[in-house]
Structure formats: structure tokens, C-alpha cells
């Protein structure tokens, strides 16, 4: 097993005496899906063999495991069927988190009047979150036909909108990249510049504009290509950019969700302490193993929760938790692990002699702390990771 170990993070240094042979285990883990058990459609070969120590005597998972992707284009319960079939054995839904997942927790969102953007069962998607007013971009395309302008064979000049009684749209959520960009990339500024209303441009361009929650920052990720492909963050970097060209502002986002957001590996550290409690285990979980294959979420994802992890206890810090503030009734009660220890897989889009690129990572998470991007270690693959997590553990 190859291993280098880049960075002795501060929690695993506290965490040593905490550390012995145990027949419940008292960490966890969190796998990446993408460039970690899979490249595209194909399972990664050490996949099937490596999850066996995960499994029990009685079929099932005797560790705390939870898998966290920021792909947002299906439900939870057609990935978990994904991961059953390429793991070996049971994966269920409450075990899968999607980049989409922590809106759930935004219940103050979820009477507006929202307009969705992504791919693949969407409106599904929205609905199992909580959502419960929703229009799509070509429902919006086709009550406002003369937006969508770009095409000229598709031109229509009626302005709308076609249906008079059409709501007025209170809020945006972008799940994932749409499959073309240009009519989502102009309606989407269309209505932060008319208040969710485009019949018009008003006098004055209104700032704060309405809400937007976004999914997924990844800008690059693996599949079958040799060559990693544009993700969400790409599609953000262009929303933002045109935004700021045209009104001479820059976007606000009320949300960032998927990695490198605290509030997903919050909502992580939950279910992850639910799966415990599933599998027999009733003391905390003290440790999270978070493995993964892109620095820029990933690992820096990771770094950053076991940063918020190491404040989180600390009075002052709590009165101005940025999460409990978003979360306001959902959040109920801090985190109870104590670490989050990232480990980077080589099988994806980093490897240990990747060069850390500032500007990979996404707008509101700049300036970034370089240690952030740092993984407490580098191995092969997952068979690797999990071989370290237990040999850290003590664990067999």
C-alpha cells in the first residue's frame, strides 16, 4: 500500500488517545463516488474487493459509512441502487447524499415560488426535497418566448407572458449544469434583474436580488474522458461573470451547498451518526475519514469542516455560527464528531504532485489557506483509504 502522509492535521494529533481496539467502531466514513468507486459507467477495480471490509458477518455495512457526491442530476434512491450494484452489497437511500441534499434543511425556502435549473429528474428532485411551487426553465421559456433569443431558429417576439396569471419567481435553485447554456444563463439574469417578474427591465436594477441556492461548485470532474470535464462550477463561474458585466455587481448566493460547504458535511456528519445508530453502534462517532479525488473540494471540504469541527465547541463561535444562522430551526445541535481527515485517491482529478490552483475553488470560498488544500494523506485508491482508516483506527 502506497500512502503518503502530507499533513498531521491539529484533530488527529488530539484525537490519539482517543484511538484503540474496539469491536464498535468509533469513526466513520464519507466516500466520494465520482473518480473514487467510479470513472463515468465503469467501477473502479479495486472497488469490489476493498468494500468486503466494510461488510459483516450479517451482509451489511459494520462501519458508519455515508457517500457524498456532488452530482445533482438523480434521486438519492437511484444512486444508492448505483452504489448496491457496484459495491456488492446494500446501500440505502439514507446513506447517499447528492450535491441537492442539504436544501432539505432549508425549509424557509421551500414555499416560495422557486425556478429550477439542472438535468435528469428534476422537478422529482425538488418536490423530494421539500420544494413546493416550481418552474422549470422551459416552462419559463415558453410563457416569456421572446427571452429565449439566442437560437434563431427558435425566435418568437411575444414578449409574454403567454399565462397571465404566471407567479412571480421568489427564488432560483441550480441543482447541476444544464444540458445547453445559454437560455438558463440569460433567464436566470433576466429575473435577477426584474425581481423574478421579466416582462421589463425597471428603473432601477434591484440589489440584493432574489435568492439563489446553488448545488455543486466542482468546476472540473472525471468520467471516461482522459481529460477532466467542465462540472456546475464551471456554469456558476459563467452565471456570476455575466452577471457582474451587466449590472456591474456581484451575484449573491444564500446558499452554497455540495463540497467544499460546512453545511454539506454537517448534514454528512448527521446522517453519517444515523447510519451508526442503524448498524447497532450508540456511542458517537469521533472521527470522519472523508475520501476523495479533487483537492478543491473534496480535501479542501474536509480541511475546512475539521476546522469548523475544532471552533465549533467554543462559545463565541457558536453565537455567530454562519450554519446555525442559515439553518435557523433545522439546525439541532452541534456536530458531534471531533476530526474530519481527508484523504486524497489518485484515481480522479488530483494526484500527490497536483499543483494547487487558487482559482479552481469557488468565488465564495476565496482567499483560500493553502493548508486547506493539503490532505492529511495521499494513497492509490479506495481499497488503500480504507486500509489506512483502519489501521489509524486500530480497527479490524
Known amino acids: 500500500m502506497a500512502i503518503m502522509k502530507i499533513l498531521l492535521r491539529p484533530n488527529i494529533a488530539r484525537l490519539t488517545g482517543l484511538r484503540h481496539l474496539s469491536i464498535k467502531p468509533k469513526f466513520g466514513l464519507l466516500f466520494d463516488i465520482d473518480g473514487v468507486i467510479v470513472r463515468g459507467k465503469n467501477v473502479l477495480p479495486p472497488v469490489p474487493e476493498a468494500f468486503k471490509r466494510l461488510q459483516g458477518k450479517d451482509g451489511k455495512f459494520r462501519v458508519p459509512t455515508v457517500f457524498v457526491t456532488n452530482s445533482g442530476n438523480a434521486l438519492r434512491s437511484q444512486r444508492a441502487a448505483d452504489l448496491s450494484k457496484w459495491i456488492g452489497f446494500e446501500v440505502k437511500e439514507s446513506q447517499v447524499i447528492m450535491a441537492h441534499s442539504p436544501l432539505k434543511l432549508l425549509q424557509n425556502f421551500h414555499n416560495k415560488q422557486v425556478l429550477i435549473s439542472g438535468q435528469g429528474p428534476i422537478k422529482e428532485i425538488a418536490k423530494e426535497l421539500g420544494f413546493q411551487k416550481i418552474i422549470t426553465i422551459q416552462e419559463l421559456v415558453k410563457n416569456f418566448p421572446s ?35 445559454e437560455t438558463p444563463l440569460q433567464l436566470i439574469v433576466d429575473l435577477l434583474m426584474t425581481n423574478g ?22 468546476l472540473l470532474w472525471v468520467s471516461e474522458a482522459p481529460i477532466p470535464r467542465y462540472g456546475h462550477g464551471a456554469f456558476l463561474l459563467c452565471l456570476e461573470s ?31 451518526s444515523k447510519h451508526a445508530k442503524s448498524i447497532g453502534i450508540n456511542h458517537n462517532i469521533d472521527t470522519i475519514y472523508a475520501i476523495g479525488d479533487n483537492i478543491n473540494t473534496d480535501i ?21 455560527d454562519k450554519l446555525k444562522i442559515l439553518l435557523g430551526k433545522s439546525y439541532t445541535e452541534p456536530p458531534s464528531a471531533k476530526a ?27 482567499p483560500v489557506d493553502e493548508c486547506l488544500c493539503k490532505p492529511a494523506f495521499v494513497v492509490k485508491h479506495v481499497g488503500d483509504a480504507i486500509n489506512l482508516a483502519f489501521k489509524e483506527e486500530k480497527f479490524d
Open 197 to 218: 417578474m421579466p416582462t421589463g427591465l425597471p428603473g432601477e436594477i434591484p440589489y440584493p436580488h432574489i435568492p439563489v441556492l446553488a448545488c455543486n461548485m466542482d
Open 340 to 366: 474530519c481527515i481527508s484523504i486524497l485517491v489518485e484515481t480522479g482529478v488530483h494526484n500527490r504532485n497536483s499543483k494547487f490552483i487558487a482559482e479552481h475553488n469557488p468565488r465564495d470560498f476565496l
Open 300 to 320: 479542501f471540504g474536509a480541511n475546512l469542516y475539521d476546522k469548523y469541527l475544532s471552533y465549533c465547541t467554543k462559545e463565541e463561535v457558536l453565537k455567530s
Open 242 to 272: 455575466l452577471y457582474k458585466k451587466i449590472t456591474g455587481k456581484d451575484l449573491l448566493y444564500t446558499a452554497l451547498v455540495g463540497k467544499p460547504s460546512e453545511l454539506t458535511y454537517y448534514h454528512a456528519n448527521y446522517m453519517l
Open 147 to 181: 427571452l429565449d433569443y439566442v437560437n434563431v431558429e427558435k425566435r418568437n417576439p411575444l414578449s409574454g407572458p403567454v399565462d397571465p396569471n404566471f407567479p412571480v419567481i421568489e427564488g432560483i435553485v441550480l441543482f447541476s449544469e444544464p444540458v445547453s447554456w
